[in-house]
C-alpha cells in the first residue's frame, strides 16, 4: 500500500501526555521540555477541549514578560491556566484519515499537530508532523 494511502492509525500515538484546561502554564512548561514535547491535547471530563503547544507557551511568555529573567518567567507561568493560551476547537482527525489527507490539513491550518478522535468524540490518538514524515518514508 503506498504511504500516502495509509491510515494515520498506523503511525499515530497512542500514548501520549494530556493536560486539563485549570492546569497551570510552568507545569506544561515542565512537562514539555522533560518530555521533549511540543503539544500536548486538552482533557477536561474525557473530552478534548484544546491543544497547547511550545509557541503558546512562547506567546504567553513574550506577551507580559519580555525582560523577565528565569525566577520571573516560571512565576508567571505559574499564574497562567492552560485555558487562557490553548488553542480552542482543534483540527482533529479519524482513525482512518490517510497520511496524504492528514499532511494537507496540517499544511493547510499551519499546525503541528492533530488529535485523533474516534465515533464518540473520544481522544484516541494524535499525530504530529514528525510521524507523518516517518510514516511517508517507511520508518513507523
Same mark, same amino acid.
Not at 478534548?48 to 529573567?69: N, T, Y
Not at 489527507?101 to 473520544?122: F, M, N, Q, S
Not at 504530529?128 to 510514516?135: A, Y
Given at each position: 500500500?503506498?504511504?500516502?494511502?495509509?491510515?494515520?492509525?498506523?503511525?499515530?500515538?497512542?500514548?501520549?501526555?494530556?493536560?486539563?484546561?485549570?492546569?497551570?502554564?510552568?507545569?506544561?512548561?515542565?512537562?514539555?521540555?522533560?518530555?521533549?514535547?511540543?503539544?500536548?491535547?486538552?482533557?477536561?471530563?474525557?473530552?478534548?477541549?484544546?491543544?497547547?503547544?511550545? $509557541?503558546? @507557551? !512562547? +506567546?504567553?511568555?513574550?506577551?507580559?514578560?519580555?525582560?523577565? *529573567?528565569?525566577?520571573? %518567567?516560571?512565576?508567571? /507561568?505559574?499564574?497562567?491556566?492552560?485555558?487562557?493560551?490553548?488553542?480552542?476547537?482543534?483540527?482533529?482527525?479519524?482513525?482512518?484519515?490517510?497520511?496524504?489527507?492528514?499532511? $494537507?490539513? @496540517? !499544511? +493547510?491550518?499551519?499546525?503541528?499537530?492533530?488529535?485523533?478522535? *474516534?465515533?464518540?468524540? %473520544?481522544?484516541?490518538? /494524535?499525530?504530529?508532523?514528525?510521524?507523518?514524515?516517518?510514516?511517508?518514508?517507511?520508518?513507523?
Amino acid at each position: 500500500m503506498e504511504a500516502e494511502e495509509r491510515s494515520i492509525a498506523s503511525v499515530m500515538r497512542e500514548e501520549f501526555v494530556s493536560v486539563a484546561s485549570k492546569d497551570q502554564l510552568d507545569f506544561v512548561d515542565d512537562v514539555m521540555k522533560l518530555g521533549r514535547i511540543r503539544h500536548m491535547p486538552v482533557v477536561d471530563e474525557g473530552r478534548l477541549v484544546g491543544v497547547v503547544s511550545q $509557541r503558546d @507557551l !512562547l +506567546a504567553a511568555a513574550l506577551s507580559k514578560a519580555l525582560d523577565f *529573567d528565569q525566577g520571573q %518567567r516560571r512565576n508567571f /507561568l505559574r499564574s497562567v491556566q492552560v485555558s487562557e493560551v490553548m488553542s480552542r476547537q482543534p483540527i482533529t482527525v479519524q482513525s482512518d484519515t490517510t497520511l496524504s489527507e492528514a499532511t $494537507r490539513t @496540517l !499544511l +493547510a491550518h499551519k499546525i503541528g499537530c492533530l488529535p485523533v478522535l *474516534d465515533a464518540a468524540e %473520544r481522544l484516541v490518538g /494524535l499525530v504530529t508532523e514528525t510521524d507523518l514524515l516517518r510514516g511517508a518514508y517507511g520508518l513507523a
